[in-house]
């Protein structure tokens, strides 16, 4: 008990000498049980036992509170507040942070981009990683030529540098094989359904009938998608989650 009186005291101190000498018991009690959060379990007693002490020290003069203050000292402060990033965590793990940003160059960075890149790249900074810049531009309908500069050129204005530069439309052949070894190991197929249909299994939970062909019948479909044998759109591959 005398702990937490002394606790109170402190912070009713500190609030009394905050505000011209008066503190209000709700400030005090705010920074109690942010401090001592059990308490909220006896908030009835612990508010009696503040409004007793701020009324107390609000009939102080100053030099008497200045005296308590000598005598019981103020409340240690914990940082409010965190200035910059938290840290990521577990990175044990890793040997390298590497992070990317990857706009789609249909359009001039708005501030959700750049967000997200003043994060990736401050996160590969601090660990002495690796920041790459890639262009999602696989959809050449919505790819515009003078975004790409564009997109550099602001992100230069942010102070933003990269390490490595990719444009995915130059790595198309990567994802092919990619998306084969998937098709192979049962982990992606083609499905040809029409779109909504497919929706209306989806939302419902059940899985379209392409879902069910074997592999070998999937790397048909692919080939033939490969070879343009669907019409744009008329098959895409999907990969199997829950
Ligand atoms: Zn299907």
Request: net charge neutral; hydrophobic share 35%.
């Amino acid at each position: 008990m005398e702990e937490i009186k002394r606790t109170v005291l402190r912070w009713t101190l500190a609030n009394a000498t905050e505000h011209g000498g008066k503190a209000s018991s709700k400030a005090v009690m705010g920074k109690i049980l942010a401090e001592l959060p059990g308490w909220k379990s006896r908030i009835v007693e612990l508010s009696i036992l503040v409004d007793q002490i701020v009324d107390e020290v609000n009939r102080m003069s100053p030099e008497e509170q200045q005296f308590q203050i000598k005598k019981v000292g103020l409340p240690e402060r914990k940082s409010e507040e965190r200035r910059g990033l938290p840290d990521l965590p577990s990175l044990q793990e890793y040997k390298t942070i590497v992070t990317r940003f990857a706009p789609n160059p249909n359009g001039p960075l708005h501030i959700g981009h750049i967000r997200a890149a003043l994060l990736s790249h401050e996160y590969a900074r601090r660990y002495q990683g690796k920041f790459i810049l890639r262009f999602e531009d696989t959809n050449p309908e919505n790819a515009m030529l003078e975004m790409y500069e564009f997109i550099k050129r602001d992100l230069r204005w942010l102070g933003l540098n990269w390490d490595e530069e990719y444009y995915q439309s130059d790595r198309v052949e990567i994802y092919y094989h990619h998306a084969e070894q998937l098709i192979k190991s049962e982990k992606a197929y083609v499905c040809d359904c029409d779109v909504e249909i497919f929706r209306k299994l989806r939302d419902s939970g059940q899985p379209c009938p392409c879902r069910g062909l074997s592999a070998s019948e999937n790397l048909i479909r692919w080939q033939k998608m490969l070879a343009g044998g669907y019409t744009e759109g008329g098959a895409v591959v999907r990969i199997k989650t829950d």
